[in-house]
């Protein structure tokens, strides 16, 4: 998904705000108006350099309740559910496109976003949000293979899907807790898109996760730095920050993006129809867009910043690894996932039995 000390945003989020409630955690507490002095935000987890929500609470003398959340189903379902009272949220594309079409999340007044310019050009006009009406791109990435480097001789370190279906690895494998990406590198195994809406090739790729699933250890998404970091995981489908995150705390850990082609995603920051301080939220988007901050945020996490004055001052390592910011050719392999619309349901159906098998 770096230049810092090599400290858990578990404990940061933690320590900054109290709790970092996932699933299970407890609401934000009720707003006090448009104003006030708090800003509630849900967000991923391993998002954010330490030091940024403590610089914007010393700034503006707001008190920031940060919450997590390990995927973008359990993110959909907590606003679905209601009284949530987040002012900000971080949406993957696609789950932008299904949050404003059910109306949960509000149209921006672009006039109150300053450096919104910054943002790479490719990007201020994406699929999912033509003319970014919805949201401002925080992240982006792609969806590949960490892997540790002691498991494999040096000509054979994976470089394609196969290796999760490679039995000598037994146990020692993670796939994410995630339904989109992890039946897409199923159905990207056998060439086939990510959006794919043919029940039968979204069968067989299921089928073969059910073969494969008495080789894999968990799916979890919010596990998957720690796993790898300690060599419990030896490859492991991770989110590109994600991987270079435990690559910081175990020098074994690589990151690549198969020959076939990867997801690749925008996260983006959005503010919900019913967040209790959008003023607060705005000032948090703006602060986020903040070259500087923009850059130490991209060089702790180790996902690539979409904010093109930033690209400057973070790690030149970083910069120059392909597999961060890919090229062209690499990239024209790669997809973005997208609103499936009726097919949804078949996803979900597909999902539940393959965690059912």
Not at 77 to 99: C, F, K
Request: hydrophobic share 40%; with cysteine; glycine share 8%.
């Amino acid at each position: 998904m770096s230049s810092d000390v090599a400290v858990s945003r578990r404990d940061f989020l933690k320590a900054a705000a109290g709790a970092a409630a996932a699933l299970s955690g407890c609401a934000p507490r009720p707003g006090d108006g448009g104003g006030g002095r708090r800003l509630n935000i849900f967000n991923w987890a391993d998002y954010l350099h330490p030091d940024v929500v403590p610089e914007f609470e010393r700034r503006y003398g707001i008190e920031v309740t940060y919450d997590t959340f390990a995927s973008n189903e359990a993110l959909l379902a907590r606003m679905q559910a209601g009284g949530s009272r987040y002012d900000i949220v971080v949406p993957t594309g696609y789950n932008v496109r299904y949050l404003r079409k059910l109306g949960l999340i509000k149209a921006l007044d672009k006039g109150r976003i300053k450096g919104f310019h910054h943002i790479m050009p490719r990007l201020q006009d994406p699929a999912f949000d033509p003319g970014c009406r919805y949201s401002v791109p925080f992240m982006w990435g792609s969806t590949g293979i960490g892997y540790n480097r002691a498991a494999f001789a040096a000509a054979a370190e994976p470089d394609d899907w196969d290796v999760f279906w490679d039995r000598r690895l037994a146990g020692r494998m993670t796939l994410l807790d995630d339904a989109r990406e992890t039946l897409g590198m199923a159905l990207k195994r056998r060439g086939y898109s990510y959006n794919t809406t043919e029940e039968p090739l979204l069968r067989t790729a299921v089928n073969d996760l059910v073969a494969q699933k008495p080789l894999t250890m968990a799916y979890t998404s919010d596990q998957v730095i720690i796993q790898l970091a300690s060599g419990d995981s030896l490859v492991s489908l991770v989110y590109s920050g994600d991987a270079y995150q435990a690559g910081r705390a175990n020098p074994q850990v690589r990151y690549v993006i198969p020959a076939s082609g990867a997801s690749i995603w925008v996260d983006s920051w959005c503010i919900p129809e019913s967040a209790p301080h959008v003023d607060n939220a705005y000032l948090w988007i703006n602060f986020m867009l903040e070259p500087e901050v923009a850059a130490r945020t991209a060089d702790y996490v180790g996902y690539a910043t979409p904010n093109m004055q930033a690209r400057s001052l973070i790690s030149p390592e970083l910069r120059a690894d392909k597999n961060l910011y890919p090229d062209d050719e690499l990239l024209s392999k790669c997809e973005e996932i997208g609103d499936v619309g009726a097919a949804t349901f078949l996803y979900d159906r597909m999902w539940t039995e393959l965690k059912c098998a």
